[in-house]
T-cell receptor
Framework: GAVVSQHPSRVICKSGTSVKIECRSL??????MFWYRQFPKQSLMLMAT?????????EQGVEKDKFLINHASLTLSTLTVTSAHPEDSSFYIC?????????????FGPGTRLTVL | SQKIEQNSEALNIQEGKTATLTCNYT??????LQWYRQDPGRGPVFLLL?????KEKRKERLKVTFDTTLKQSLFHITASQPADSATYLC????????????FGKGTHLIIQP
């Protein structure tokens, strides 16, 4: 089946620094990837849709200047949390569609736990 | 606004019994509905997808029903095992392939030996 990886799996940083999270589709090409955020005991919330070769589409309430998304290739999307603050601490999860298998199924990465001190 | 509700935050079931989880939604007309399993500290794992024109879908011990009139989906695990213990998430999409998913909070299922 389709495999999506994320790196790093866990990161701790100081307030004010920037953190980059990578999302890769390992055995398929993903023209569209999605970034979600999950706070403890809460549901996954869609942050943005990442499209290869074009600008990301952000959900209402998500600051595009704070959460920079780059989808430079068909297998890699990155999310950079700029000037991170403690309230940005969360579980960040990406997903990708494998259009060759099913346009409707999203395959999720293992997630990245961000802790901002 | 769109809302997805999953029954009870936690559900305890005796091993061997059938676990039934509920997903209700309002102000939404999804093209399809998906169920995912999530273990602590991990990303969701896809289980089943059911479309608006389908009533029922099965996969091994799993069964999903979809009633667009009631705006409800039921997720069943038959012959439940302790290894089935996890959080199960219901997710909706409008269709077209370009949309992200809207998730419920999940139901934490505990299968007791």
């Amino acid at each position: 089946g389709a495999v999506v990886s994320q790196h790093p799996s866990r990161v701790i940083c100081k307030s004010g620094t920037s953190v980059k999270i990578e999302c890769r589709s390992l055995d398929f090409q993903a023209t569209t990837m999605f970034w979600y955020r999950q706070f403890p005991k809460q549901s996954l919330m869609l942050m943005a849709t990442s499209n290869e070769g074009s600008k990301a589409t952000y959900e209402q309430g998500v600051e595009k200047d704070k959460f920079l998304i780059n989808h430079a290739s068909l297998t890699l999307s990155t999310l950079t949390v700029t000037s991170a603050h403690p309230e940005d601490s969360s579980f960040y999860i990406c997903s990708a569609r494998d259009w060759a298998q099913s346009a409707d199924t999203q395959y999720f990465g293992p997630g990245t736990r961000l802790t901002v001190l | 606004s769109q809302k997805i509700e999953q029954n009870s935050e936690a559900l305890n079931i005796q091993e061997g019994k059938t676990a039934t989880l509920t997903c209700n939604y309002t102000n939404y007309s999804p093209a399809y509905l998906q169920w995912y399993r999530q273990d602590p500290g991990r990303g969701p794992v896809f289980l089943l997808l059911i479309r608006e024109n389908e009533k029922e879908k099965r996969k091994e011990r799993l069964k999903v029903t979809f009633d667009t009139t009631l705006k409800q989906s039921l997720f069943h695990i038959t012959a439940s095992q302790p290894a089935d213990s996890a959080t199960y998430l219901c997710a909706l999409a409008s269709g077209g392939g370009a949309d992200g998913l809207t998730f419920g909070k999940g139901t934490h299922l505990i299968i007791q030996p």
